[in-house]
Each structure stands twice: as structure tokens, then as C-alpha cells.
């Protein structure tokens, strides 16, 4: 029996030694000191020993027992740090590795080039308004000098809502409303950005959507020259200080005289090329004299008071400025596209 007991200790050791996770070692556990297990069945068979045999035997049993159950404490142990340590290598973190880069946002190309043009202005003494994009006929045409019936008005086919009420085709009705607010009582000088609509099908230059930025500076003893000067400055800050201006002839029925602007070409500086089709320059704006109908509309003695226009598109500019050939992609929303300029 002695034998029998020495060959369960050793065996039992044998096989805690091969052990490697918790779940088999509860089994071996079980196998050895539970009450079905090896050692339980020799002590069952006590009975058959002499009374002298017993208490040795018995002992061995409690010694064996005793041998068993340190080795599978101590494997457990074992085991619970082995565990324990593998669970903080899995959740450590390494602190040297480099983060992930998270994706900075940008302001809109158009957004940018409105900026940059509101900021040239407020620095000139300009105040930024802004105007309803649904505009009464009344603002949209007549106050600026284009009645009922007057064949300019077929010059921007627009999107009516009712007879009365449109989507605005310009920027320029704020001028008027300007007007109205400051009473004819006294000078200002106001830009005013935003969106405007036209009944264009869309291609690489036009949308039915696109946005202007009007001006308007009106005050006894506003002349041309002052008109020049402001556009010059403009020009310059806008494009280079190595560009000029020109202003030839033109038509609009609330300026007179009404003028357009161009900058001399980039590529060529004025001598011809294929950028600027051979003319040395590049049209960008219309400006002109405040009509006197126009301010006696918007409530100013054009005796007393005159004043200067202009009004741009800040697609074409920005589109001359970064090489935008298709004034599509201002409103495709392609961050291929968009991105490009967020540093720039
Ligand atoms: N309103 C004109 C347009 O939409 C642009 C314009 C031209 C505005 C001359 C002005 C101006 O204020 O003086 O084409």
C-alpha cells in the first residue's frame, strides 16, 4: 500500500509538471483528491489494515495528500501570475508610438477668396452687408435702373417665384437697400458678398448658382479717379503688385459712365498669349458712376451726392488666382479638389 501511495505522489507530480492551464489542473485536482479520486480510493481500502498499520499508513496518506495538494497550489500560483502577466502585456500601451493623424478641415477655396477680398475692404473703411438671395423685382431691377420692359433685363434670365418675387441675379440690389437705410442722409462705402442665381445651364464657366461681391461707395465728391484708385489697390493686393489695370468702356444701366476692369495677364504682362488669348490682359470686373436715377431712387440728391460701383464674381478671381479651370469643382464638394487649398 506504501508502494501504491509513493507511485500516486509521484505520478501526480509527473503530471502537474506537463500542465499548463488551470482548467486541467482543476481536473487533476479532482482526479487525485476528489472523492472519486485515487488517493480517496486507498483510503477507503484502511479498513483492511491492522490497527498497527494504520496510523502509519495513514500518515502517508496525509503526507502524500499534503505533497499533492502544495505542488497544485503552487502551480495554480504559477499559473495565475503567468496569466495575470499576459493580460498586461495584451493591454499595455506603448506610449512611443507615433498617434494617428487626425484630419484637419479647411475653409472652402470660395470661402478663402471672399475673406481675403472682405478683409482688403474693411482695411479701406468698407463695411460688409449682406441682402436677401429671395429679392422683390423692385430691388433686383427697377431701383437699380432697369424698369419693366427694359431690354437689359434679358441680359440675366432669372429664376421668378411669383411676378413680384425672384431668386436675386446680382448682388447689386443691396445697393439700393443700402441706400434706403442710410436715408440720403450721409456717405458710406459697403461691399456685400453672396450667392446669386441665374437660368445658365451649367459648363466649365457658368452656374446657375455663383456668388458676386458688390461695392458701393457713395459721398459728395466721389469721382472716377477715386474709383481707379480703389480697383487699383484691389488689383494689386489681390493679384501681385507687378499687375496693372485698365478700365475700357462699358454698359450697365445703374452706373454711368460704366466701365469694366482688366488685369494685365500674369504669364505675359500685357505683350499677348495663349492665357490671355493675345490681349495682354484679363477681364475681372464691371464698375462704374452710381446712376443718378439709381441714388435719386435710393433716396440721395445726385446733385449733392455721387458715388462709384463694382461688382465681381470671386470664382473667376479665385479661379484666376489658383488655376481653377472649371468653375464646377467650386461646388462638387470633391476634397480632392478642396483640399489642395486648405494651406494655401
Ligand atoms: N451687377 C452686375 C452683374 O451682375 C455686376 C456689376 C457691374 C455690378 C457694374 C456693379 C457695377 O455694381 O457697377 O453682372
Request: charged share 30%.
Amino acid at each position: 500500500m506504501q508502494e501504491e501511495l509513493k507511485a500516486i505522489q509521484e505520478e501526480a507530480l509527473a503530471t502537474l509538471e506537463q500542465i499548463n492551464d488551470m482548467k486541467e489542473l482543476q481536473a487533476l485536482k479532482v482526479a487525485y483528491l476528489g472523492k472519486k479520486g485515487s488517493l480517496t480510493q486507498v483510503l477507503r481500502g484502511m479498513g483492511k489494515l491492522s490497527p498497527e498499520e494504520r496510523p502509519v499508513v495513514g500518515e502517508i496518506v496525509n503526507q502524500v495528500r499534503e505533497a499533492i495538494t502544495k505542488a497544485i497550489d503552487e502551480k495554480s500560483d504559477l499559473l495565475e501570475k503567468a496569466a495575470l502577466e499576459e493580460k498586461l502585456k495584451e493591454e499595455s500601451i506603448d506610449v512611443t508610438l507615433p498617434g494617428r493623424p487626425v484630419k484637419v478641415g479647411g475653409p472652402h477655396l470660395l470661402t478663402k477668396v471672399i475673406e481675403e477680398i472682405e478683409d482688403l475692404f474693411i482695411g479701406m473703411g468698407y463695411e460688409v452687408r449682406e441682402g436677401p438671395e429671395v429679392e422683390t423685382d423692385y430691388f433686383n431691377f427697377e431701383a437699380l435702373n432697369l424698369p419693366k420692359n427694359h431690354p437689359a433685363r434679358d441680359m440675366q434670365d432669372s429664376f421668378y417665384i411669383t411676378n413680384e418675387l425672384l431668386l436675386r441675379t446680382h448682388t447689386s440690389p443691396v445697393q439700393a437697400r443700402t441706400m434706403r437705410e442710410y436715408k440720403g442722409e450721409k456717405g458710406f462705402k459697403m461691399i456685400c458678398p453672396g450667392k446669386v442665381y441665374r437660368r445658365d445651364t451649367d459648363d466649365a464657366t457658368h452656374s446657375h448658382q455663383f456668388t458676386q461681391i458688390e461695392g458701393l461707395y457713395v459721398d459728395k465728391d466721389v469721382k472716377m479717379s477715386d474709383l481707379k484708385g480703389v480697383l487699383n489697390i484691389f488689383a494689386k493686393k489681390m493679384f501681385g503688385e507687378d499687375r496693372n489695370i485698365r478700365l475700357r468702356p462699358s454698359f450697365f444701366p445703374f452706373t454711368e459712365p460704366s466701365v469694366e476692369m482688366d488685369i494685365s495677364c500674369k504669364v505675359c504682362h500685357g505683350e499677348g498669349c495663349s492665357v490671355c488669348k493675345g490681349t495682354g490682359w484679363i477681364e475681372i470686373l464691371g464698375a462704374g458712376m452710381v446712376h443718378p436715377n439709381v441714388l435719386e431712387m435710393g433716396g440721395y440728391d445726385p446733385k449733392v451726392y455721387s458715388g462709384f460701383a463694382f461688382g465681381m464674381g470671386p470664382e473667376r478671381i479665385a479661379m484666376l488666382k489658383y488655376g481653377v479651370s472649371d468653375i464646377r469643382q467650386f461646388y462638387l464638394n470633391d476634397n480632392r479638389f478642396l483640399k489642395q487649398f486648405h494651406q494655401a
